[in-house]
C-alpha cells in the first residue's frame, strides 16, 4: 500500500463524506445490480454513462485485520505486489502487454479490512479483463526465489515508510491503543516480521490458499456495460474457482480502562498530537459513525470554531483536524494538531477536550448540524461521478457489510442524526478511559500526563 501516513491522517474523512437527504432518492441514483456464483463468488454491476469506458475491481475481504498469528503479519499486503509478478499464462510483461493493449492501467491497494484489486479500461474489451484477473487469482505461482526478491522490496518498503516519524508515530498509536486485536499492528505489519518474510515461503503458499478463495471475494464492474454480460463473464472465467473452508477467528479487544501515551523524541518535524478515542465499529443500521462524522465535522474541520481559535487567532497550531476509522470492528477516532511551539500542547489538548465536553451537556446548533448535514452530502455526491470512483466507494461499502447497497442505506442514518445523537454518541465515547494520547516533540516526554 503506497501511502505516507501523515496524508492517511489528514483524509481519515474521506468515506465519511456523504449525505442522502431525500428519503426516496439514493445518493447512488445507478441500479445495482448483484449476482451469486455457486462457489460463493459475488458479481457486481453499475451500468454507468461512460461510453466505452469500464472500472473492473476485485475487492478480497482480507487485509492485516486476518493476520492473527503470531510472527507472520503483513502478508495481505505482501500479496498486494505478489499478485503482479505474472502466471504461467501471462508472465509479468505480458500481463503488461494485454493491459495496454486494451488502454487500461491497474493497480492494487490493502488496507486493515481488505485487498483491492483494479483496472480500467475499454469496455469493448470486459472479456479479456475478466480473463487475466481470473488467471491471476487462480493460477498464481511463484518460486521461492521469486518470493525472497518480492519479501525484500516490501522490507525496502517498510523501511522508506518508516523514515517518517509521522508513520512511526502512527504504528506506536496502534500498538499502544490496542492490546489483542489485530488493529494492533498496520497493514504493513509488525517489522520483525517483515524482516524475517523471506524466511516464510511456505507460509505464503498458506496465506494465498486460505484467503485468495471466491467466498472471500467480489467482482464489482462499473461503467459502458450490460449487468447479464458480466454475470456470464463471471460464470465463464470464475466459475471454476474452488472455494475453500477456512475462517479467521479475530480476538475481541476488551474495554480499556485508563489513558494511554505514546510519545516519539524526534526534533526533525514540528510538534505533533493525536488524540485516538476507541469507537465503533462501522454499521450501516445504527446512528453512532454517521453521528461522528457529523460532529467531526462541526468541531475540526476549517469552518470550525475551535479551527478559527486554535489555527487563525491564537496560531497555536498549523493545523487540526480529526475523524473515525470505517473498519469492521471497533476501532479509534483520532483527532491531530500539528503545533507551532511544543509548550503549547498540553493547552490545545484541553481545549479539545473542553469542545467535547460541551458537546456532551449543550449539544449543537440545529442550524449548524442542518448546514454541515446539506455540505457533506454534496462533497459526498460530486465525488462518485466516474466508473473509478464508483467502483471504488462500492468496494469500501462491501469489504465493511458485504453488500453494495450500504451506500444507500448508510446515508438514511445521516439524514436522522438529531442533536440529542450528537450527545450521546460524545458521552458514549469521548471518555479519557478510552484515549491513547500520541506525541511527538524533542523532548524525552510528551508533556501532556
Known amino acids: 500500500m503506497k501511502f505516507t501516513v501523515f496524508f492517511v491522517l489528514l483524509s481519515i474523512l474521506v468515506m465519511g463524506l456523504g449525505v442522502d437527504w431525500g428519503r426516496s432518492e439514493n445518493i447512488l ?10 462457489n460463493g463468488l459475488k458479481v457486481v454491476a453499475v451500468p454507468f454513462d461512460s461510453p466505452g469506458i469500464a472500472a473492473f475491481y476485485i475487492v478480497v475481504s482480507t487485509g492485516s485485520r486476518n493476520e492473527v498469528e503470531k510472527g507472520v503479519t503483513g502478508f495481505a499486503h505482501f500479496f498486494e505486489h505478489m499478485m503482479f509478478r505474472g502466471t504461467e499464462l501471462y508472465p509479468k510483461e505480458k500481463y503488461l502487454e494485454v493491459l495496454k493493449s486494451i488502454g487500461a492501467s491497474a493497480n492494487a491497494n490493502t488496507s486493515s479490512d481488505r485487498t483491492i484489486y483494479h483496472m480500467t479500461g475499454n469496455a469493448e474489451k470486459l472479456d479479456l479483463m475478466f480473463e487475466i484477473e481470473a488467471d491471476r487469482f487462480q493460477n498464481l505461482k511463484y518460486s521461492e526465489h521469486d518470493f525472497k526478491t518480492e519479501a525484500g522490496a516490501v522490507k525496502g518498503e ?33 517489522f520483525e516480521d517483515i524482516v524475517d518474510m523471506p524466511n ?40 471454476e474457482w474452488k472455494s ?27 510538534p505533533f498530537m493525536m488524540l485516538s478515542y476507541k469507537g465503533p465499529g462501522f454499521n450501516d443500521r445504527q ?11 462541526i468541531l475540526f474541520s476549517e469552518n470550525s470554531a475551535l479551527y ?25 477516532f483520532s483527532i491531530q494538531a500539528s503545533f507551532i511551539n511544543k509548550e503549547d500542547m498540553l493547552y490545545v489538548k484541553d481545549e479539545i477536550v473542553k469542545a467535547l465536553e460541551e458537546v456532551k451537556t ?27 470512483q464508483v467502483a471504488n466507494t462500492l468496494c469500501h461499502y462491501i469489504a465493511l457489510t458485504g453488500d453494495p447497497t450500504t451506500i444507500n442505506r448508510v446515508y438514511i442514518q445521516y439524514e436522522k442524526v438529531s442533536v440529542d445523537d450528537i450527545k450521546n454518541i460524545a458521552q458514549k465515547y469521548f471518555i479519557s478511559t ?11 516526554e510528551g508533556g501532556v500526563q
Request: charged content about 25%.
Open 29 to 38: 441514483p445507478n441500479k445495482i445490480y448483484q449476482y451469486k456464483l455457486e
Open 158 to 190: 517498510y523501511t522508506k515508510n518508516y523514515a517518517s516519524p509521522y508513520q512511526q508515530l502512527f504504528e506506536g498509536m496502534l500498538n499502544t491503543a490496542f492490546d489483542v486485536h489485530t488493529y494492533k499492528h498496520t497493514t504493513m505489519g509488525f
Open 200 to 239: 516464510q515461503y511456505k507460509y505464503s503458499l498458506t496465506f494465498f490458499d486460505r484467503f485468495y478463495r471466491p467466498e472471500y471475494s467480489t467482482i464489482v464492474v462499473v461503467g459502458d456495460v450490460k449487468p447479464d454480460n458480466i454475470k456470464n463473464l463471471a460464470q465463464k472465467y470464475f466459475g
Open 244 to 270: 475453500g473452508i477456512y475462517r479467521t477467528e479475530i480476538p475481541e479487544e476488551p474495554m480499556q480502562q485508563e489513558t494511554r501515551y505514546f510519545h516519539l523524541q524526534n526534533n526533525a518535524i514540528p
Open 287 to 297: 446512528i453512532d459513525m454517521p453521528a461522528l462524522d457529523v460532529l467531526s465535522s
Open 308 to 332: 478559527k481559535k486554535l489555527v487563525i487567532d491564537e496560531q497555536k497550531v498549523r493545523f487540526i483536524g480529526g475523524g473515525a476509522f470505517d473498519s469492521k470492528d471497533p476501532n479509534l
Open 362 to 388: 449543550q449539544g449543537i446548533d440545529e442550524k449548524l448540524l442542518a448546514d454541515t448535514k446539506s455540505h457533506l452530502k454534496y462533497n459526498f455526491a460530486m465525488r462518485i461521478d466516474n466508473p473509478d
Open 434 to 444: 478510552g484515549l491513547t494520547i500520541s506525541t511527538i516533540s524533542e523532548d524525552p
